[in-house]
């Protein structure tokens, strides 16, 4: 069958070819092979359901669609590209199979809301992965923190030795992270779960179609309201491109911790080679190559919701050409996501922490001076702004004589404040200063612990 044949009589010559080059997009839209025949299969039923078709052409539909599905499972299904689009060849195929009940299908339909649903469907089943993916990496945050909820570190602002914490603090906070992007994806997933099937062109149809059977056969709420917004809308991949951006972004800022813990300069953590690579000059290197990949994938995924956002913006009602390029960003952002995801979650699992190391992290910076001030504040009675004076006073000392707080006299320290005492010294040390951190949220390993068993009841 040729393609002027799928188009009818109002076509008398070929394309040219280069018109066919850019016209056709099965190269990239074969992917939704499965949803196109979810569809057909619900949109038949529907249609013998209401005397459009009968139940023998219906059942020669089914049997038909089920032989193509395993011919392209199989690999032996022909996609040809003068067909256009993965509905055209499919529905060639089913008709060079059965005939004219395969010419029947498209009844009640079109390609504009053939394809909107097919890529709803796609698009719901990849955030139904990525969400057990997400799943999965918040576990093994947990799991790491609640193994290492007494591990001490230095915590950090403006990359700037700030506070001691504990390891399984910092990683509770990317659960938190990832919770709230799963959260983004699962209102992503609820908006987009209706169901534009019977939209047609733009118009609806004048066929007795029940649109709420085949939202429901196909796992939709509810069919879509108005039949214009059906096929004109794309908003749905633009909020899955926003909300993966951001995901992307967090495990973005996690690969960075990951490379920098891993550096000779920090050596917080060790990664198996499972997740790492070597030099093809230099012996000694050992690559966090993995983390730089995932610190690497928002790049894609904002380029995809540019590269959509751009398309769709100032186009007309309703469907116009342009929204075929709307699945290669899509298509790749899904990849790349579920790629960083399942990278992101492995490294986790895989990497141990260095205690050693990361306490002599906190032997720089001053980490305590907060404490110290709390200290004031609380035994002194000093206003905290006063407080905050008299520790940097004892900064500046310390940092003098090139020594850590706890390493100053009592009277060096009275020569700034009289009224300080030897119990200053009791929370001076990381462990000290740790331990006192039990407001909700805080870093105290009690709290830690508290916070990994919420989180695992909430997100698991």
């Given at each position: 069958?040729?393609?002027?044949?799928?188009?009818?009589?109002?076509?008398?010559?070929?394309?040219?070819?280069?018109?066919?080059?850019?016209?056709?997009?099965?190269?990239?839209?074969?992917?939704l092979?499965?949803?196109?025949?979810?569809?057909?299969?619900?949109?038949?039923?529907?249609?013998?359901?209401q005397?459009?078709?009968?139940?023998?052409?219906?059942?020669?539909?089914?049997?038909?669609?089920?032989?193509?599905?395993?011919?392209?499972?199989?690999?032996?299904?022909?996609?040809?590209?003068?067909?256009?689009?993965?509905?055209?060849?499919?529905?060639?195929?089913?008709?060079?199979?059965?005939?004219?009940?395969?010419?029947?299908?498209?009844?009640?339909?079109?390609?504009?809301?053939?394809?909107?649903?097919?890529?709803?469907?796609?698009?719901?089943?990849?955030?139904?992965?990525?969400?057990?993916?997400?799943?999965?990496?918040?576990?093994?945050?947990?799991?790491?923190a609640?193994?290492?909820?007494?591990?001490?570190?230095?915590?950090?602002?403006?990359?700037?030795s700030?506070?001691?914490?504990?390891?399984?603090?910092?990683?509770?906070?990317?659960?938190?992270?990832?919770?709230?992007?799963?959260?983004?994806l699962?209102?992503?997933?609820?908006?987009?779960?209706?169901?534009?099937?019977?939209?047609?062109?733009?118009?609806?149809?004048?066929?007795?179609?029940?649109?709420?059977?085949?939202?429901?056969?196909?796992?939709?709420?509810?069919?879509?309201?108005?039949?214009?917004?059906?096929?004109?809308?794309?908003?749905?991949?633009?909020?899955?491109?926003?909300?993966?951006?951001?995901?992307?972004?967090?495990?973005?800022?996690?690969?960075?911790?990951?490379?920098?813990?891993?550096?000779?300069?920090?050596?917080?953590?060790?990664?198996?080679?499972?997740?790492?690579?070597?030099?093809?000059?230099?012996?000694?290197?050992?690559?966090?190559?993995?983390?730089?990949?995932?610190?690497?994938?928002?790049?894609?995924?904002?380029?995809?919701?540019?590269?959509?956002?751009?398309?769709?913006?100032?186009?007309?009602?309703?469907?116009?050409?342009?929204?075929?390029?709307?699945?290669?960003?899509?298509?790749?952002?899904?990849?790349?996501?579920?790629?960083?995801?399942?990278?992101?979650?492995?490294?986790?699992?895989d990497?141990?922490?260095?205690?050693d190391?990361?306490?002599?992290?906190?032997?720089?910076?001053?980490?305590?001076?907060?404490?110290?001030?709390?200290?004031c504040?609380?035994?002194?009675?000093?206003?905290?702004?006063?407080?905050?004076?008299?520790?940097?006073?004892?900064?500046?000392?310390?940092?003098?004589?090139?020594?850590?707080?706890a390493?100053?006299?009592?009277?060096?320290?009275?020569?700034?404040?009289?009224r300080?005492?030897?119990?200053?010294?009791?929370v001076?040390?990381?462990?000290?200063?740790?331990?006192?951190?039990?407001?909700?949220?805080?870093?105290?390993?009690?709290?830690?612990?508290?916070a990994?068993?919420?989180?695992r009841?909430?997100?698991?």
């Amino acid at each position: 069958m040729s393609k002027n044949d799928m188009w009818g009589g109002r076509f008398s010559g070929g394309p040219a070819e280069i018109m066919e080059k850019i016209n056709a997009s099965i190269g990239f839209d074969k992917n939704l092979y499965k949803q196109d025949i979810q569809g057909s299969l619900a949109h038949s039923d529907m249609l013998a359901a209401q005397g459009i078709i009968t139940n023998e052409d219906r059942d020669a539909i089914h049997q038909g669609l089920a032989e193509i599905q395993q011919e392209i499972e199989a690999g032996t299904f022909d996609f040809k590209t003068e067909l256009e689009d993965i509905h055209m060849n499919v529905e060639a195929r089913l008709r060079e199979k059965i005939g004219d009940p395969g010419a029947r299908l498209h009844t009640g339909r079109s390609r504009n809301d053939q394809v909107i649903t097919d890529v709803r469907l796609w698009t719901r089943d990849a955030l139904d992965g990525l969400d057990a993916l997400m799943a999965d990496l918040q576990r093994a945050l947990i799991d790491k923190a609640e193994a290492h909820a007494d591990v001490l570190m230095p915590g950090y602002t403006h990359l700037q030795s700030a506070q001691p914490v504990t390891f399984g603090h910092h990683l509770m906070a990317y659960v938190e992270m990832v919770g709230r992007d799963r959260g983004r994806l699962a209102d992503c997933r609820r908006r987009l779960n209706e169901c534009p099937l019977g939209a047609a062109a733009l118009a609806g149809t004048s066929f007795p179609i029940d649109r709420q059977m085949t939202a429901k056969a196909l796992g939709f709420d509810r069919p879509t309201a108005n039949s214009m917004d059906s096929v004109g809308s794309r908003d749905f991949i633009l909020e899955f491109l926003a909300a993966g951006s951001i995901h992307a972004i967090h495990l973005s800022r996690l690969a960075e911790e990951i490379v920098m813990w891993m550096s000779d300069r920090f050596a917080f953590i060790t990664l198996s080679d499972a997740f790492t690579t070597g030099s093809s000059i230099m012996p000694q290197k050992k690559n966090p190559d993995a983390a730089e990949l995932v610190r690497a994938k928002p790049g894609r995924l904002l380029g995809a919701f540019i590269s959509v956002s751009t398309m769709m913006k100032g186009l007309p009602m309703t469907f116009c050409k342009d929204m075929q390029e709307d699945k290669e960003p899509l298509f790749d952002a899904v990849e790349s996501l579920t790629l960083a995801v399942a990278a992101t979650a492995g490294m986790v699992d895989d990497m141990q922490p260095r205690p050693d190391r990361m306490l002599a992290g906190l032997e720089k910076g001053f980490p305590t001076a907060t404490d110290l001030a709390d200290w004031c504040v609380r035994v002194l009675n000093l206003p905290f702004r006063d407080a905050h004076h008299v520790t940097g006073a004892l900064v500046a000392k310390a940092e003098a004589r090139g020594v850590d707080l706890a390493e100053l006299s009592l009277e060096e320290m009275q020569s700034v404040e009289k009224r300080i005492t030897s119990d200053i010294y009791s929370v001076l040390s990381p462990a000290a200063s740790v331990a006192s951190r039990t407001s909700f949220g805080g870093t105290a390993p009690s709290r830690v612990r508290e916070a990994a068993a919420a989180a695992r009841k909430q997100y698991l």
